[in-house]
């Protein structure tokens, strides 16, 4: 009677660590898609992802970039005051997207263009993604306030 019980708890043990593995695997081939690293212009060209790697990008949109051509597309270059990356969107801006302002854009790195599928702006006066803040002063180009919003 004791072996028996024994060997049901051994059986129920190894049953939930079993079910935790599984749990634990189907979790992490569910995000895989969804998880997007973030990366700074100059972290993009210092070690360039592979084209099939989705991954956001931030900084400034460089002062004159910004180009608007036939139908929905847009070619800008995104800087980080230490490196420059020249990005393409087509789509719809949100209306706070501007030449010399904060952006992240989730896309891809193909040909050494940024190929974006979606652009965020900022949406105040003050606001930027801290993302972009600590990379532009990591480059030494920030000049806003200490902390961002």
Do not use: C, W
């Amino acid at each position: 009677m004791k072996n028996l019980k024994k060997r049901r708890r051994i059986q129920v043990i190894v049953l939930i660590i079993v079910s935790l593995v599984l749990s634990g695997a189907l979790i992490g081939y569910g995000f895989k898609d969804g998880i997007n690293l973030f990366r700074s212009p100059s972290q993009v060209l210092a070690e360039p992802p592979a084209p099939d790697e989705v991954f956001r990008i931030g900084g400034l949109v460089l002062d004159g970039s910004l180009e608007r051509g036939v139908g929905e597309e847009i070619r800008f270059v995104v800087t980080d005051g230490g490196a420059e990356v020249p990005a393409v969107y087509s789509g719809v801006l949100p209306d706070l997207f501007e030449e010399n302002q904060g952006m992240i854009g989730t896309g891809s790195y193909v040909n050494g263009v940024f190929e974006a599928t979606e652009i965020l702006a900022k949406h105040d006066e003050t606001y930027m993604p801290k993302e972009v803040v600590d990379a532009l002063k990591e480059q030494g180009v920030y000049q806003g306030e200490d902390e961002a919003s």
